[in-house]
């Protein structure tokens, strides 16, 4: 199975809104409403942001918010904060009842 | 919160087998949930490894299956991971987490350095 892809990085402002994608296939992203985003700050472990496309768990802020449109899916970062400064990778469950990553995305708040 | 602690050697020799435990606390692996192990090497994305449900029931990535076994010890609440066969390739910080079907990870273990090297 092949990483889902998602740009190398994204950058913005403070209090800027920016869009990561995360591209699959009808197989994966394309086929089931099972994709999740997660953060995750340096030597750290992943902390989930969005599951199942557009769900925030408690605790997330409502700055974070998830789509979806095809076989490509997407994490919004609103009102860009410095604390958002990470790295960003997305998952799905494939059509082989497993999992795929994201290529993984750097966040850079200017 | 549901805890996770991965433990198990942090050097392993090439052509040797890797194997890590995953101990969870405060909730029981009988109860639910898949279990999971991912991997991230150095500078690198997110690799998931497998998953296993609490009757044994287990599902790997494909391009790992030939050289991965999961398995569950419910009495002990951890479960496990055997690679074998490794390489250089396999140096990564491995992850342990709990996972809904199919879908998220919410809880995630500190994660555990493993080298191969000779």
């Known amino acids: 199975q092949s990483a889902l892809t998602q740009p190398a990085s994204v950058s913005g402002s403070p209090g800027q809104s920016i869009t990561i994608s995360c591209t699959g296939t009808?197989?994966?992203?394309?086929?089931?409403?099972?994709v999740s985003w997660y953060q995750q700050y340096p030597g750290k472990a992943p902390k989930l942001m969005i599951y199942e496309v557009s769900n925030r768990p408690s605790g997330v802020s409502n700055r974070f918010s998830g789509s979806k449109s095809g076989n490509t899916a997407s994490l919004t970062i609103s009102g860009l904060q410095a604390e958002d400064e990470a790295d960003y990778s997305c998952?799905?469950?494939?059509?082989?009842?497993?999992?795929?990553f994201g290529t993984g995305t750097k966040v850079t708040v200017l | 919160q549901v805890q996770l602690q991965e433990s198990g050697p942090g050097l392993v020799k090439p052509s040797e087998t890797l194997s890590l435990t995953c101990a969870v606390s405060t909730y029981p692996i009988s109860s639910g949930y898949y279990w999971s192990w991912i991997r991230q090497p150095p500078g690198k994305g997110l690799e998931w490894i497998g998953n296993?449900?609490?009757?044994?029931?287990?599902n790997y990535n494909p391009s790992l299956k030939s050289r991965v076994t999961i398995s569950v010890d419910t009495s002990k609440n951890q479960f496990s991971l055997k690679l074998n066969s490794v390489t250089a390739a396999d140096t990564a910080m491995y992850y342990c987490a709990r996972s809904a079907f199919g879908s998220y990870s919410d809880y995630w273990g500190q994660g555990t350095l493993v080298t191969v090297s000779s």
């Open positions: 009808s197989s994966d992203v394309g086929g089931y409403n099972y």
């Open positions: 998952s799905s469950y494939t059509s082989s009842n497993t999992r795929v």
């Open positions: 296993i449900d609490h009757s044994g029931s287990t």
